[in-house]
């Protein structure tokens, strides 16, 4: 502030009955705006490193820090264009336009040739565009060589600036812009932005800079909204409605998991959980007279993080009213396919740095293996009555035999779930349907006495890709009787807590639940595997939940 010069206002300091002339005035009250703003930016940089320092300092010797992020006002006598309207607007242009546009963007180089003339790179929304500023063809006014100098002394890869110019093409053909006035720095970066990070923890903690760096975590972005936009509109072409259930609910029931629990200050007696799965309310839905719906939302399960698991996720589900397992399966490998098909068309253009899955055929129809008789066939074991008293023994007596290692909790549905890990997933590589699983698996489907095998079994299927489940699908249970039965039958199985009687879901199936068919999609790993990703972290935005809490606590 001392190196301002007030020269104009030394009259008036000695004379005070002096009255002072408008201009002075308003040169004096913009002047105290600007310290007034250098104050409250100075007070508030935050912690600093070397690196960092050194950026501030260099900042404050050409204006007040306060003065680095002004409001955005596009030139009134300029057409205001995005980086990808502008490079699809002038693509073909072969010299200076007379047009006057405005776009902005971040800086990704700068390079000064000599001392009048420089050019940057900037990029928005993945378009990059070449920017020329010369100081002979700046617009005349005041200042304008100093404001070039300043521009040209701060400028810095990572800075968001905006630019008024016109279209223009260089002398070896690059689509430019002709800087008419000295670029307007928006927002400075004050930080070095790396060529690439190689180390786990910063790109874990620190998601935006590993954005900044490659380009594969926004290839990642428009994989996913492709995938979800490709089954929201297959199903809604398909005549499905697209709704919306809470994402609280008090059973949080649907699978078998352990939910999240919280209390409402409104209904602090009765505590709430968010909900493991969609699906008990949108079969209410169903019974309230829908036909054909589909969700895509989020889910919760208070469990663990590995490669495959987050505790939140994302699902599509859909309920299908006379849908049977047959028509089921073929909308599977419709959608399937057609997803598959659609990926591709667009993955040289949309998501470059993915590598599509290889070795693996998506064409139908699916392969289809027998729950059962696919264990007993690999194993050379005959398995036991599975609906028997002590199924459980006897299943464990056959994990002895072959020398399998028992699951944590042993009880029957997770024995099985063991037994189709080690004998049915390594054998579907390509898209392959598990069906008829053991009814002790799948309390919500429909299930019947399959005489071929003398075993109870479900009306269910399962999508495997690649050895990792996608789709679960069922004929969905749709008797108040049978469906009490397997809910009883589950709180046998899990009594360590895990499971509930939802009385008011078995209440609402005494109204009449049509023959429905139903399906549920795990959404991240349909990332995962267009992706060629082994970790549910790296198609997360901000990977899994120990990245969340890492990136909030900001260590």
């Given at each position: 502030?001392?190196?301002?010069?007030?020269?104009?206002?030394?009259?008036?300091?000695?004379?005070?009955?002096?009255p002072?002339?408008?201009?002075?005035a308003?040169?004096?009250?913009?002047?105290?705006?600007?310290?007034?703003?250098?104050?409250?930016?100075?007070?508030?940089?935050?912690?600093?490193d070397?690196?960092?320092?050194?950026?501030?300092?260099?900042?404050r010797?050409?204006?007040?820090?306060g003065?680095?992020?002004?409001?955005?006002?596009?030139?009134?006598d300029?057409e205001?264009?995005?980086?990808?309207?502008?490079?699809?607007?002038?693509?073909?242009?072969?010299?200076?336009?007379?047009d006057?546009?405005?776009?902005?963007?971040?800086?990704?180089?700068?390079?000064?040739?000599?001392?009048?003339?420089?050019f940057?790179?900037?990029?928005r929304?993945?378009?990059?565009?070449?920017?020329?500023?010369?100081?002979?063809?700046?617009?005349a006014?005041?200042?304008?060589e100093?404001?070039?100098k300043?521009?040209?002394?701060?400028?810095?890869i990572?800075?968001?600036?905006s630019?008024?110019?016109n279209?223009?093409?260089?002398?070896s053909?690059?689509?430019?812009v002709?800087?008419?006035?000295v670029?307007q720095?928006?927002?400075?970066?004050?930080?070095?932005?790396?060529?690439?990070?190689?180390?786990v923890?910063?790109l874990?903690?620190?998601p935006?800079?590993?954005?900044?760096?490659s380009?594969?975590?926004?290839?990642?972005?428009?994989?996913?909204?492709?995938?979800?936009?490709y089954?929201?509109?297959?199903?809604?072409?398909?005549?499905f409605?697209?709704?919306?259930?809470?994402?609280?609910?008090?059973?949080?029931?649907?699978?078998?998991?352990?939910?999240f629990?919280?209390?409402?200050n409104?209904?602090?007696?009765?505590?709430?959980?968010?909900?493991i799965a969609?699906e008990?309310?949108?079969?209410?839905?169903?019974?309230?007279?829908?036909?054909?719906?589909?969700e895509?939302?989020?889910?919760?399960?208070?469990?663990?993080?590995?490669?495959?698991?987050?505790?939140?996720?994302?699902?599509?589900e859909?309920?299908?009213?006379?849908?049977?397992?047959?028509?089921?399966?073929?909308?599977?490998?419709q959608l399937?396919?057609?997803?598959?098909?659609?990926?591709?068309?667009?993955?040289?253009?949309?998501?470059?740095?993915?590598?599509?899955?290889?070795?693996?055929?998506f064409?139908g129809?699916?392969?289809?293996?027998?729950?059962i008789?696919t264990?007993?066939?690999?194993?050379?074991?005959?398995?036991?009555?599975?609906?028997?008293?002590?199924?459980?023994?006897?299943?464990l007596?056959?994990?002895?035999e072959?020398?399998?290692?028992?699951?944590?909790?042993?009880?029957l549905?997770r024995?099985?779930?063991?037994?189709?890990?080690?004998?049915?997933?390594?054998?579907?590589?390509?898209p392959t349907?598990?069906?008829?699983?053991p009814?002790?698996?799948?309390?919500?489907?429909?299930?019947?006495?399959?005489s071929?095998?003398?075993?109870?079994?479900?009306s269910?299927?399962?999508?495997?890709?690649?050895?990792?489940e996608?789709?679960?699908?069922?004929?969905?249970?749709?008797?108040?009787?049978?469906?009490?039965?397997?809910?009883?039958?589950?709180?046998?199985f899990?009594?360590?807590?895990?499971?509930?009687?939802?009385e008011?879901?078995?209440?609402?199936?005494?109204?009449?639940?049509p023959?429905?068919?139903?399906?549920?999609?795990?959404?991240d790993?349909l990332?995962?595997?267009?992706?060629?990703?082994?970790?549910?972290a790296?198609?997360?935005?901000?990977g899994?939940?120990?990245?969340v809490?890492?990136i909030?606590?900001?260590k």
């Open positions: 502030m001392s190196k301002l010069s007030l020269s104009f206002l030394r009259p008036y300091l000695f004379q005070a009955t002096r002072l002339k408008a201009e002075h308003r040169a004096y009250l913009s002047v105290q705006r600007r310290f007034a703003q250098s104050i409250a930016a100075d007070d508030y940089t935050g912690p600093h070397v690196e960092k320092q050194k950026r501030l300092e260099q900042l010797r050409v204006k007040l820090l003065d680095y992020h002004p409001r955005l006002q596009y030139p009134p300029a205001k264009l995005s980086l990808r309207d502008f490079n699809a607007k002038y693509e073909a242009i072969k010299d200076t336009q007379p006057v546009v405005s776009v902005l963007g971040r800086v990704r180089s700068v390079r000064s040739l000599g001392s009048k003339l420089m940057l790179d900037i990029e929304d993945t378009q990059r565009l070449q920017v020329m500023v010369e100081l002979k063809k700046l617009a006014q005041d200042g304008v100093d404001g070039f300043s521009f040209k002394k701060v400028a810095r990572g800075d968001w600036v630019i008024k110019g279209p223009t093409t260089t002398s053909g690059q689509l430019s002709l800087a008419l006035d670029p720095i928006l927002a400075p970066c004050l930080h070095h932005i790396p060529e690439t990070i190689d180390n923890e910063t874990a903690r620190r935006h800079i590993h954005a900044l760096t380009d594969e975590p926004g290839d990642v972005l428009q994989l996913r909204a492709h995938i979800y936009d089954i929201r509109r297959y199903f809604i072409t398909s005549g409605l697209e709704v919306e259930t809470p994402v609280f609910d008090v059973n949080a029931g649907g699978a078998i998991a352990r939910p629990e919280t209390v409402a409104e209904l602090s007696n009765s505590p709430v959980r968010l909900r969609p008990l309310n949108l079969k209410r839905l169903i019974i309230g007279g829908q036909d054909k719906i589909f895509i939302g989020r889910a919760f399960r208070n469990e663990g993080v590995d490669n495959t698991h987050n505790p939140e996720f994302s699902t599509c859909f309920y299908e009213v006379g849908a049977t397992l047959p028509d089921v399966i073929a909308r599977t490998e399937i396919h057609g997803l598959h098909t659609s990926i591709e068309s667009l993955r040289s253009t949309q998501f470059p740095t993915l590598s599509p899955p290889e070795d693996i055929d064409s129809p699916f392969k289809q293996l027998p729950f008789p264990i007993e066939k690999a194993s050379g074991r005959k398995m036991p009555d599975l609906a028997s008293s002590n199924a459980s023994a006897e299943v007596e056959m994990f002895k072959l020398n399998i290692t028992v699951p944590p909790n042993a009880t549905p024995l099985l779930d063991t037994l189709a890990e080690e004998y049915i997933e390594p054998l579907c590589v390509n349907f598990i069906t008829q699983h009814e002790a698996l799948s309390p919500l489907s429909k299930s019947y006495f399959d071929s095998i003398n075993q109870r079994v479900a269910r299927v399962e999508l495997f890709i690649n050895g990792r996608y789709v679960n699908a069922y004929e969905e249970e749709n008797s108040p009787f049978e469906q009490r039965r397997k809910f009883m039958q589950q709180l046998d899990h009594t360590e807590g895990e499971g509930a009687m939802d008011s879901y078995l209440e609402a199936l005494e109204w009449g639940m023959p429905t068919g139903g399906w549920g999609c795990g959404l790993r990332v995962m595997l267009f992706g060629s990703k082994k970790r549910i790296d198609v997360l935005p901000f899994t939940l120990r990245n809490v890492s909030a606590k900001n």
